[in-house]
């Protein structure tokens, strides 16, 4: 029961077709979760820049720029990360926390752009030389293959899909 003593969404046994053996079998589920087709309203129609992964994808080329000058310069590819890590003056276990999913917090962002030299809110903006990741190369080969792969009116409904998908995530 709820706290003003309903049962939302429960109908009594006596009102349900089919019960005749009366099992209480109530489920307050469309209580808990109500209208699940809801989500995809809200995602369409409110999108906010998310900070979290522009933020790991920038720390990310950081890191690629790191790993790319030390190998010019000869040194190992073990390590590196380790390297990279104490550079950011963070521990490697962290820094492997940050490459799965932890979130990089404001104080840390900005530790991060002075260790790195990079202006402060460098982290918080989309850099555009940024090299894709390995999942954002796979889509961009598989686009390609499609485009390639398809006629005229393909393209244009490809290129339709992605530009309606484009706008809807645009903020605002």
């Not at 900070?51 to 030390?70: P, W, Y």
């Not at 926390?97 to 932890?102: L, M, N």
């Not at 894709?132 to 244009?156: C, V, Y």
Request: proline share 7%; net charge positive.
């Amino acid at each position: 029961m709820f706290h003003d003593g309903s049962l939302r969404g429960c109908k009594p046994l006596s009102e349900r077709p089919g019960d005749e053996e009366g099992r209480t079998v109530n489920s307050l589920y469309a209580v808990v979760n109500p209208l699940p087709q809801w989500r995809s309203n809200i995602a369409a129609h409110h999108t906010v820049p998310n900070i979290t992964i522009t933020r790991r994808q920038n720390v990310l080329a950081l890191f690629q720029d790191h790993a790319e000058k030390a190998l010019l310069a000869g040194a190992s590819p073990k390590g590196m990360e380790q390297a990279f890590a104490a550079t950011l003056q963070i521990s490697p276990s962290m820094w492997s926390q940050i490459k799965a999913s932890r979130p990089i917090g404001d104080k840390l962002a900005r530790q991060f752009e002075t260790l790195c030299a990079k202006p402060i809110g460098w982290l918080d903006e989309t850099q555009r030389g940024v090299s894709p990741s390995p999942g954002e190369a796979a889509f961009l080969e598989l686009a390609l293959a499609a485009w390639r792969a398809t006629n005229s009116a393909g393209r244009k409904a490809l290129r339709a899909h992605l530009k309606a998908i484009a706008v809807s995530s645009k903020p605002g």
